[in-house]
């Protein structure tokens, strides 16, 4: 079975309406539908741009929670719309008076789930009090069962052997950094974890600035979609990739045989090798 997916790497320019962020979005979707994608991921935190509607400068992202409605309903009507599985990023969320990191999935049917990031950054701490998401699970789809990890979850291998133990055979990492370090941080980890647990990967970042808002101001990014490094995938495990910080799209297939196959024939079969008798099976 194969599965097309598309990865935005999106534009962070000033806007002044939610009109305008809507048509931005509904321009990413409707370009990757007519590449025939059946998934589409946005990057993490692309919503602060609604932020930038203010006239000041904008220190928090305590505002963003008041979006939500208009987000979901957005996403929700594209998903259905194109036929797509829309992977909406992350968008800050409020439950209980605490905010949230929260990756959604929209799915063609009008459902939406949602996975809040479990690792937080120290600015996401110190500078925007968001709290870590407090669960973990798998998505169900009609072409296989998928993870949302966001960012920095990525750089801690326990959480991705967790998902991979449950069934997830792609991961839908949704990512936000502002310089090389903080990129090649989450894309060297990224490409572990695929290594590690013979599962795709599918990232990508922000790009552009928000001169208005903070912590926002400079982003660094790239979408990548990323195999394990074995004979029957790219040498360098990058399927697709991006222009640095280019405003556009990227579409590659994905073969779930041949990653299966690859597990139980590859040159290397770390799943099946993990010693298990020297360390804890995370996977369960």
């Known amino acids: 079975m194969k599965l097309r997916v598309s990865a935005v790497q999106y534009h962070l320019e000033i806007i002044n309406a939610f009109e305008e962020f809507a048509e931005q979005v509904?321009?990413?979707?409707?370009?990757?539908?007519?590449?025939?994608?059946?998934?589409?991921?946005?990057?993490?935190?692309?919503?602060?741009?609604?932020?930038?509607?203010?006239?000041?400068?904008?220190?928090?992202?305590?505002?963003?929670?008041?979006?939500?409605?208009?987000y979901i309903e957005l996403f929700k009507g594209l998903a259905k719309e194109t036929g797509m599985h829309i992977i909406g990023g992350t968008h800050v969320t409020r439950k209980e008076?605490?905010?949230?990191?929260?990756?959604?999935?929209?799915?063609?049917?009008?459902?939406?789930?949602?996975?809040?990031?479990?690792?937080m950054t120290p600015t996401e701490k110190k500078d925007w009090n968001i709290t870590p998401g407090e669960s973990i699970q798998i998505f169900e789809t009609e072409k296989g069962k998928i993870a949302l990890l966001t960012c920095y979850d990525m750089e801690f291998p326990e959480i991705v052997r967790m998902v991979r133990g449950m069934g997830a055979d792609v991961i839908f990492a949704p990512s936000?950094?502002?310089?090389?370090?903080?990129?090649?941080?989450?894309?060297?980890?990224?490409?572990?974890?695929?290594?590690?647990?013979?599962?795709y990967v599918v990232t990508t970042g922000t790009v552009g600035a928000l001169r208005n808002v903070d912590f926002m101001r400079a982003n660094y990014?790239?979408?990548?979609?990323?195999?394990p490094n074995d004979i029957p995938f790219p040498k360098n495990g990058i399927l697709m990739e991006g222009e640095f910080n280019h405003d556009m799209i990227i579409?590659?297939?994905?073969?779930?045989?041949?990653?299966?196959?690859?597990?139980?024939?590859?040159?290397?079969?770390?799943?099946?090798?993990?010693?298990?008798?020297?360390?804890?099976?995370?996977?369960?």
């Open 176 to 199: 936000c950094t502002d310089d090389l370090h903080g990129f090649n941080r989450v894309r060297y980890t990224c490409h572990a974890r695929t290594i590690e647990n013979q599962v």
């Open 221 to 227: 990014g790239q979408a990548a979609v990323i195999t």
């Open 26 to 70: 509904t321009h990413y979707v409707r370009t990757a539908a007519e590449y025939e994608s059946e998934f589409v991921l946005f990057p993490e935190f692309f919503t602060t741009q609604l932020l930038s509607i203010s006239d000041g400068t904008v220190s928090l992202v305590d505002e963003l929670p008041n979006y939500t409605k208009q």
């Open 97 to 119: 008076d605490k905010l949230y990191n929260t990756a959604h999935l929209f799915y063609p049917d009008g459902r939406v789930a949602e996975q809040a990031k479990l690792h």
């Open 251 to 284: 579409t590659a297939d994905l073969d779930l045989d041949l990653l299966y196959k690859v597990r139980e024939e590859g040159s290397v079969t770390t799943w099946n090798d993990r010693r298990l008798d020297l360390y804890p099976d995370l996977s369960k």
